[in-house]
């Protein structure tokens, strides 16, 4: 049996129709993973903020060459 935790709270996910899929997270080093959430909590689930920093220094640093 695959063990879940929710992202929002750290719990373990028992109930298989319980498990929401959010995305898929990639790794630099090897295989990525998938990320879940208890049903109630999927929609209180914020992206990693470190990740949405580097997405925005990409992307202001696009602009300027553009």
Same mark, same amino acid.
């Given at each position: 049996?695959?063990?879940?935790?929710c992202?929002?709270? %750290?719990? &373990?996910?028992?109930d298989?129709? %319980? +498990? *929401?899929? =959010?995305?898929?997270?990639?790794?630099?080093?090897?295989?990525?993973?998938? *990320?879940?959430?208890? !049903?109630?909590? +999927? /929609?209180? *689930?914020?992206? %990693? &903020? #470190? =990740?949405? !920093?580097i =997405? #925005? !220094? *990409? =992307?202001? #640093?696009?602009? /300027?060459? #553009?």
């Amino acid at each position: 049996m695959i063990q879940r935790f929710c992202r929002y709270c %750290d719990e &373990p996910i028992t109930d298989p129709g %319980d +498990a *929401v899929h =959010l995305w898929y997270e990639e790794s630099m080093s090897g295989p990525g993973w998938d *990320v879940w959430a208890h !049903r109630e909590h +999927a /929609g209180l *689930v914020e992206p %990693d &903020p #470190a =990740l949405v !920093r580097i =997405l #925005a !220094r *990409v =992307l202001i #640093a696009g602009w /300027g060459r #553009a």
